[in-house]
């Protein structure tokens, strides 16, 4: 499917899909001017179940923030973390998130000829991984369920697009209503991988090209650190 080329929504195969292609605006002062963008253009959507939104910690909470309050969601968060490949940390071979989903890349693992107990071990290493990033949070994430809502999914930009296609797996496994991923940034390539496996991909700024960072969309540009990221999720407690 072509890429889009104006403002108008395009709807194909009951995939809404919100972007545009003008990379001189929208440049975002910081995350949570991106969430207000954001926001403005999820209220385009008519949502028919309750709306909970979960944010990819901890660039995407602060964007994920400024969406909840403007349009009266409930916030939570969703850890994703990649299996990593034996004697290669910077591979993964799947991922794992705090709603306990195992998610494999089955053909990878066959084609590296890992073993059972590899795997187990890396889930294992994995699942130790996740709890103490929730413990990080003080326990202010893992609050709502998504079952029976209208879950929207948020980060601060997507690059490669596989840690949001985990997270829209776990979620899917939790039996939402539907899921919407909504980003203020997008390499075309995620888009792309993103957009066919959601209800919705609201997206203000997709961009194509060999080199693509996240960063390039904001004027204020920070990493998030842990005490920021837990004193919003206290804000929505």
């Given amino acids: 499917m072509p890429r889009p080329t104006s403002n108008r929504p395009i709807i194909e195969k009951s995939r809404w899909v919100l972007s545009w292609t003008d990379l001189t605006h929208p440049i975002y002062e910081n995350r949570q001017q991106a969430g207000r963008v954001l926001s403005e253009k999820l209220d385009q959507i008519g949502f028919q179940s309750d709306l909970l939104i979960l944010a990819i910690p901890n660039g995407g909470l602060p964007v994920a923030a400024?969406?909840?309050e403007l349009i009266g969601?409930?916030?939570d968060a969703i850890i994703v973390r990649k299996l990593q490949v034996p004697g290669n940390p910077e591979a993964g071979f799947g991922s794992l998130t705090s709603f306990g989903s195992v998610i494999l890349n089955e053909a990878l693992v066959r084609r590296l000829r890992l073993s059972?107990?590899?795997?187990?071990?890396?889930?294992?290493?994995t699942e130790n991984q996740v709890r103490r990033r929730q413990a990080a949070y003080g326990g202010l994430i893992g609050i709502h369920e998504?079952?029976?809502k209208d879950v929207i999914l948020v980060d601060d930009g997507l690059a490669s697009g596989y840690t949001m296609l985990a997270a829209v797996e776990s979620v899917r496994q939790q039996g939402p209503d539907t899921i919407t991923v909504a980003v203020p940034t997008s390499s075309a390539g995620a888009a792309e991988r993103v957009r066919n496996t959601v209800e919705r991909l609201v997206c203000p700024r997709i961009e194509s090209g060999f080199?693509?960072?996240?960063?390039n969309a904001y004027q204020n540009w920070y990493d998030v650190s842990d005490a920021e990221a837990k004193e919003v999720l206290q804000r929505f407690r």
């Fill in 211 to 215: 080199v693509f960072a996240v960063a």
């Fill in 146 to 148: 998504p079952e029976g």
């Fill in 66 to 68: 400024q969406i909840a």
């Fill in 73 to 75: 969601a409930l916030l």
């Fill in 116 to 125: 059972d107990k590899q795997v187990r071990n890396a889930v294992k290493r």
